[in-house]
């Protein structure tokens, strides 16, 4: 059962321009939601990362935005550059438990 | 170290034999994790230790895959008896404390059964 569903699989973005990828979650028990960005050949790194108390955060040209009662959870990456080219991945984590469940994953190319 | 170390960064084996995956966290990290990533999706959850006991391993497929941390640092995952459905990227990961959510990954192990 795939408790993390993640879109778009793939998002081409003009330099400038907002990536948008969204994920929806199943388990109510979920209490942190990081998102993850991997270049190739590497592991994944933590991005940012929000609690359901809040309903959004920024850092940067990063934003999560939260909808607890929808159970969706998206990335805002303002003014994208060709240096985000990388796949994100959407998680969440009971953390009474500690293992996280990751999305499937969003190849982005941001385009010069 | 300066990150999380795995070796092999490679393996190739043959379907049968046994296979012993290394991790390296970072210095001082309580918490150790392994995750399996198959190609062109996120990372699956297998097992995670506190020191050197295991808490979770429910992540594991079946029996043939084992992890042991007997001294709190170094880990090893073991994979017996290896089947073609076994080959994917091996990560380990790590984390400062034993509640703390922000995890370091590695560059990973990547098997491939043949």
């Known amino acids: 059962q795939q408790q993390v569903k993640q879109s778009p699989q793939s998002l081409i973005v003009q330099k400038g321009g907002i990536s948008i990828i969204n994920c929806a979650y199943e388990?109510?028990?979920?209490?942190?939601f990081p998102w993850y960005q991997q270049f190739p050949g590497k592991g994944p790194a933590l991005l940012i990362a929000i609690r359901p108390d809040v309903s959004e955060k920024k850092e940067g040209r990063f934003t999560i935005s939260f909808n607890k009662s929808a159970k969706q959870f998206s990335l805002h990456i303002m003014d994208s550059q060709p240096g985000d080219s990388a796949t994100y991945f959407c998680?969440?984590?009971?953390?009474?438990?500690?293992?996280?469940?990751f999305g499937s994953g969003t190849r982005l190319q941001v385009q010069p | 170290g300066a990150g999380v170390s795995q070796s092999p960064r490679y393996k190739v084996t043959k379907r049968g034999q046994d296979v012993a995956l290394r991790c390296d966290p970072i210095s001082g990290h309580v918490s150790l994790y392994w995750y399996r990533q198959a190609l062109g999706q996120g990372p699956e959850f297998l097992t995670y230790f506190n020191y050197e006991a295991q808490q979770d391993k429910s992540g594991l497929p079946n029996d043939r895959f084992s992890a042991e941390r007997p001294e709190g640092s170094i880990s090893t995952l073991t994979i017996q008896r290896t089947e073609q459905r076994d080959s994917a990227m091996y990560r380990c990961?790590?984390?400062?404390?034993?509640?703390?959510?922000?995890?370091?990954f590695g560059e990973g192990s990547w098997l491939t059964v043949v």
């Open positions: 990961a790590s984390s400062a404390g034993t509640a703390g959510n922000t995890i370091y």
């Open positions: 388990n109510t028990a979920f209490d942190y």
């Open positions: 998680a969440a984590i009971h953390t009474g438990r500690r293992a996280l469940t």
